[in-house]
T-cell receptor, first 112, second 114 residues
Framework: NAGVTQTPKFRVLKTGQSMTLLCAQDMNHEYMYWYRQDPGMGLRLIHY???????AKGEVPDGYNVSRLKKQNFLLGLESAAPSQTSVYFCASRARVGHGYTFGSGTRLTVV | AQSVTQLGSHVSVSEGALVLLRCNYSSSVPPYLFWYVQYPNQGLQLLLKYTSAATLVKGINGFEAEFKKSETSFHLTKPSAHMSDAAEYFCAVSDAGGGNKLTFGTGTQLKVEL
């Protein structure tokens, strides 16, 4: 029972490079989320999905794109990385309203 | 818009002492409220949640929280701190619609001293 798996765990990018972060869940959850965590700011929602084929913007969506082609996967893309995107990225999923989120272990991204 | 405020970004207690981490919420409708814990270099783990069934909610590791509507608070407590409780704690609020998004507080770092 893996829960929520994020790959990669660490990555260093140069400014302007692109990359995709993968989130996979094996719990058949409908809802999936991408957050970024920065010191003193808690977690801020980037994008989310309420089901396969759906995506929506969160609080800080600029510079990111997402896709949810399969129910179990939620991809986060950075088209042209900037130093301001240096952060720890967490994926989470939940089954239904009122349930807590299950979090992945995070991806630490550094943009130089 | 919903929000949560965690008072005190750092809290220090002695081992065996009471732990009290404060959280106040702002929500226009009855909320779902959560406490999460994050250990260094790990993801967030659910401690407990309030979903209107009972105002006193018991969670894992001996933690509990009381929902007080009149005070718009959901403070986290533990009677006796243990060294292993040292971590960062996040309060979060969610509504029943709009994708059921969680809005997190800025976190409280708990330090437990001998």
């Amino acid at each position: 029972n893996a829960g929520v798996t994020q790959t990669p765990k660490f990555r260093v990018l140069k400014t302007g490079q692109s990359m995709t972060l993968l989130c996979a869940q094996d719990m058949n959850h409908e809802y999936m989320y991408w957050y970024r965590q920065d010191p003193g700011m808690g977690l801020r929602l980037i994008h989310y999905s309420v089901g396969e084929g759906t995506t929506a913007k969160g609080e800080v969506p600029d510079g990111y794109n997402v896709s949810r082609l399969k129910k179990q996967n939620f991809l986060l893309g950075l088209e042209s990385a900037a130093p301001s995107q240096t952060s720890v990225y967490f994926c989470a999923s939940r089954a239904r309203v009122g349930h807590g989120y299950t979090f992945g272990s995070g991806t630490r991204l550094t943009v130089v | 818009a919903q929000s949560v405020t965690q008072l005190g970004s750092h809290v220090s207690v002695s081992e065996g002492a009471l732990v009290l981490l404060r959280c106040n919420y702002s929500s226009s409708v009855p909320p779902y409220l959560f406490w999460y814990v994050q250990y260094p270099n790990q993801g967030l783990q659910l401690l407990l949640k309030y979903t209107s069934a009972a105002t006193l909610v018991k969670g894992i590791n001996g933690f509990e929280a009381e929902f007080k509507k009149s005070e718009t608070s959901f403070h986290l407590t533990k009677p006796s701190a243990h060294m292993s409780d040292a971590a960062e704690y996040f309060c979060a609020v969610s509504d029943a619609g709009g994708g059921n998004k969680l809005t997190f507080g800025t976190g409280t770092q708990l330090k437990v001293e001998l």
